[in-house]
């Protein structure tokens, strides 16, 4: 194999430089149809759809690096939304818009909380555990909902959508902040090296004396908490709440964290990955959208994320085989 | 101040009914190297872990200076002073050196917030370099060899302050050099006071390092005493119980290479090994010798075709074996026993019938189906002709100790009539007993015209069993040495590369 090839191949193991090239060709091949792809407003508006599962994939990345998953964000995403409509419509509780927001946050941590108890002193795993919170929640959220949408919000809730800072939406801030805090975690907090190392072995992180419980329970609170939090900055986006929000979000998210380079046996991953694979994953649809092609667009928007996982799994395995050849493992 | 250290002091443990630990009570002194031996089981990683803060004992207290301590955790003993490197690696695949030396116990910046980086670099750099160690601290652990990542495990346990460090078999997978290098330090952290619980089965480093030595038996104390006021014979006697040969030189056959089985030929991996050629012969024991990292595994990987190789040429009975195929090697009548045999070996959850009848399935095979009772008897025969407990053939593989782990993994390849054999060093780990065992079978098994290619850093072990020793150095055949004349002292001078001496202590 030559020089090049090998470094070629070297560039192609890292995921971001895989996900990087399928964004740009994305990109490419949206602004050959129609320019205006690329105009500010647009550019926007892909972000702000990007906001939501970028936050939540945050913490779900945190998760599977500590070698769990959580597959249970969409039905608790439903449940929060829920109880922010209740709380706050002014057909149910009128509760102040703040009160709503407090709660819906507290809640969501404190689910969290109680999905990483299961797990880590209920001694169940992650996914049964997850795979029960998924169906539970949704339930749970019909049941408050009693199947109808929930309207008559507040004013305040919508203007949150509205607001920005510097010209930059809210929940582009929220999800800004929500990745630096989480880079932060990851690379310079001994908090951060803990997940991975307890990821990496159970076996060596119990010698080292690391709290598996209590870094468990941090992960899991922390997605909850982030659940909220896109809740918070996804439910204003629209005039009502809608009985099947969140349907398939959390599949979405593992897709993301997943695509995005983070092994689901744990301890490896990059934050970099995931935020990359959220945008291509985002993108699919106003890209679909642009090339104007009606009700087609809607209709393909899946087949070719399923595509582009494929795609990117599939690259994966060639590559590593290619460079594993000949090299000391 | 009394010269004590710790007293332990009736120490009893238990699992589910079974007796780890009776009524043990010892001391140890400040600044002394103390031995623990014993065979696999008789108690010594649960002593170390008590010790530790692992597991915490049934009944039965600890002093440390004179005051009981408890430790309910790691933390807790490390706070006190005890620092302990275990048997097992517990060093993080995915994280470098740095971070594998510092997690847990991270030097951290604005008020234990954030971790100072360069502090932890630096002290890391300095440990490893005090282990005469030149590691890349920036890429996972994965991505270096055994022997480094051990040495990273090391440095880890000899860098905090400890008063206590316990070392639960540190050179396992160590090489000559770095064996001497780390037995060097041991002594050194003597020196500055610090006292050193050493478990190794390697009795010439008792020997040649302890002060003391504590002989534990099925769970109890033995003795405590000088380690001058024993020999080797006496020491594995109080060990076991009973009297064991030490590994004696088999009678090697006659003409054996005349009939070659196994036939290398100039097989090359670029970067790995070069021009590797040798033969092994029906009933014949080719040693392969040289230092972690020479190429060994690494030749016998590719002779098996788990890895791939540039050029070269492997045959088996003159059948040829194409690059890369494993089942090809399998059918031609090659087995191989691993190095990593908890990884490589055997399938751990499974039970012992399971692992046995593995590489045999086919055989066992009617009509799709596996044809059980023909599968109870062959495992029943080799469990017998291995000595391992009958009682056991449903257990999973897990729950045996690592002489029989070893001796399954043998029995795994036997059931399949292999006509040549590759063991990668087939007792590490295992202690006096069960190593005895294991050679026996080598023995049998080679008497009965099976060509068998030894990978063994146990020079002693080398020496007794092979006809023919090969000396890699840096992926080369450095030379050949006959076995029944060859001493040690002409291997480790074929296998250490140019102007590299050893550190002499």
Redesign the interface.
Known sequence: MNRHLNNLMMLLRQREFCLLTLVGATVAFATAFDSAFLAFGNLRDILVRCAPTAIVACGVMLVVVTGEIDISVGSLMALLAAILGVTISTNEWAWPTWAGLLIVLTFGTAVGLLTGALVTFGRVPSIIVTLGLLTALRGISTLIMGGENIDRLPPGLESLSKVGILGVPISIWAAAVTVALTAAIIS???LG??L??L???L????????SEHRLKLFVFAYTGFLTALATIVDVPRLPKIEAGIGVGFELLVVTCVVVGGV?IAG??GRLAGVLLAVVLMTMIRPVLTFMDIGEAGEKWTKAIQGMFILLAVLIDSIVSRQTR????P | MTNRLVQIRDLHKSFAGVHALRDVSFDIRRGEVQALCGENGAGKSTLIKILSGVLEPDEGEILFEDRVVEFHNVHAAEATGVAALHQEATTFPDLNAVDNMFVGREITRAGGLLLDRAEMRRKTLEALERLGETINVAVPLRELPLAQRQMVGIARAVSCDCRLLIMDEPTASLSARETTILLTLVRQLRDQGVSILYVSHRLEEVFETADRVTVLRDGEHVTTQDVNTLDKEELIRLMVGRDVKQPTRRETGSSASDDPVIEVQELTCRGRFERITFTVGRGEVVGLAGLVGAGRSEVARAIFGIDHYDSGHVSIHGQTIPPGSTSAAIKAGLGLVPEDRQHEGLVLPMSVRDNVSLASLQALTRASLIDTRQERALVDAQIEQLDVRTSLIHASAATLSGGNQQKLVIGKWLACDPKALILDEPTRGVDVGAKAQVHGLIRRLVERGLATLLISSDLPELLALSDRIFVLCEGRIAGELDGATATQAQILELALPDRRVPAVT
């Open positions: 310079w907090t001994p090296r803990r991975y190392a990821g990496s072995s076996h060596s992180a119990r010698f080292a004396g690391l092994s301890g490896r050849r000949g090299t000391p």
